[in-house]
């Protein structure tokens, strides 16, 4: 995940997308948000619902290297 992470970091990407084991088995997966370093796990079919709804927040947007 550390390279996933740096890789985000340093191309700006504002979301990184996890599908891990325990996402598959209960069907989710958990949006990292790199603005904040928050972490959302969601069903994955509302994923593109809630990537939608955390663009809406222009903060979320700018990420910042680390």
Same mark, same amino acid.
Request: with cysteine; hydrophobic share 40%.
């Given at each position: 995940?550390?390279?996933? #992470?740096?890789?985000?970091?340093? @191309?700006?990407?504002?979301?990184?997308?996890?599908?891990?084991? @325990?996402? #598959?088995?209960?069907n989710?997966?958990?949006?990292?948000?790199?603005? @904040?370093?928050?972490?959302?796990v969601?069903?994955?079919?509302?994923?593109?619902?809630?990537? @939608?709804?955390?663009?809406?927040?222009?903060e979320? #947007?700018?990420?910042?290297?680390?």
């Amino acid at each position: 995940m550390d390279k996933q #992470l740096d890789y985000g970091l340093k @191309n700006k990407i504002p979301f990184l997308i996890f599908i891990g084991e @325990n996402e #598959l088995k209960e069907n989710k997966i958990k949006i990292k948000c790199l603005a @904040n370093s928050q972490e959302l796990v969601v069903n994955r079919e509302k994923m593109i619902e809630e990537i @939608n709804e955390l663009k809406k927040n222009k903060e979320l #947007l700018i990420v910042k290297k680390k």
